[in-house]
């Protein structure tokens, strides 16, 4: 069965620090691909990249990268000079690629990331 | 317009009622979902579905059943509502493929008394 873990469960910064995610998740499967949500206070997910597991190069996106590390099984979010419309909770998500057609989705638990003025 | 849109985005119902959330999407994919959000739990997956023919029960489907009354309409029911079924409900769409992100709605906020 596959997990995700996300270990931190709060954080809080001070605006413009640097915030990283961890997430780090367990598959059998040697094709998967992982994604990670913002949850604003608002309240809908919005998707905000996918990975896949033959694909390790870091990538980066603005004040956004992403840093994915097989031999660890990470897959890191690092927010750079951190803005209060960062605030929000952030999913990890893995799909496990077995060929069998599910492609079910699963989370981790999410971090709650507070940015303070 | 949303791309997925649930209804009713709140409620507050009794315990023993029959309720049920709807959701329609207009991204015309063929699958769609209903997730649960509990407080320090995430989303876990109630029931999918993989076209109009198909249903497929999630991690924690018992107490709830769902309809799929055409492509862009899926909605959830909970037979006989109770308190620990209070939670936000999430719908959401995506096109085939393990490697597509998931569309979600706003979500509904259920309050079971």
């Known amino acids: 069965a596959q997990k995700v873990t996300q270990a931190q469960t709060e954080i809080s910064v001070v605006e413009k620090e640097d915030v990283t995610l961890d997430c780090v998740y367990e598959?059998?499967?040697?094709?998967?691909?992982l994604f990670w949500y913002k949850q604003p206070p608002s309240g809908e997910l919005v998707f905000l990249i996918r990975?896949?597991?033959?694909?390790?190069q870091n990538e980066i996106s603005g004040r956004y990268s992403w840093n994915f590390q097989k031999s660890t099984s990470s897959f890191n979010f690092t927010i750079t000079a951190s803005q209060v419309v960062d605030s929000a909770v952030y999913f990890c998500?893995?799909?496990?690629?077995?060929?069998?057609?599910?492609?079910?989705?699963?989370f981790g638990k999410g971090t709650k990331l507070s940015v303070i003025p | 317009d949303a791309d997925v849109t649930q209804t009713p985005r709140n409620r507050i119902t009794k315990t023993g009622k029959r309720i049920m959330l709807e959701c329609s999407q207009t991204?015309?994919?063929?699958?769609m979902y209903w997730y649960r959000q509990d407080p320090g739990l995430g989303l876990r997956l109630i029931y999918y579905?993989?076209?109009?023919?198909?249903?497929n029960k999630g991690e924690i489907s018992d107490g709830y059943s769902v309809s799929r009354q055409a492509q862009a309409k899926f909605s959830l029911s909970l037979e006989s509502a109770i308190p620990n079924q209070t939670a936000l409900y999430f719908c959401?769409?995506?096109?085939?493929?393990?490697?597509?992100?998931?569309?979600f709605g706003q979500g509904t906020r259920l309050t079971v008394v």
């Open positions: 990975r896949n597991s033959f694909d390790e």
């Open positions: 991204k015309g994919h063929d699958r």
């Open positions: 998500a893995l799909i496990p690629y077995s060929g069998a057609g599910s492609y079910q989705l699963t």
């Open positions: 598959t059998r499967d040697t094709t998967y691909y």
């Open positions: 579905s993989f076209d109009v023919k198909d249903i």
């Open positions: 959401a769409t995506s096109a085939p493929g393990p490697n597509t992100e998931a569309f």
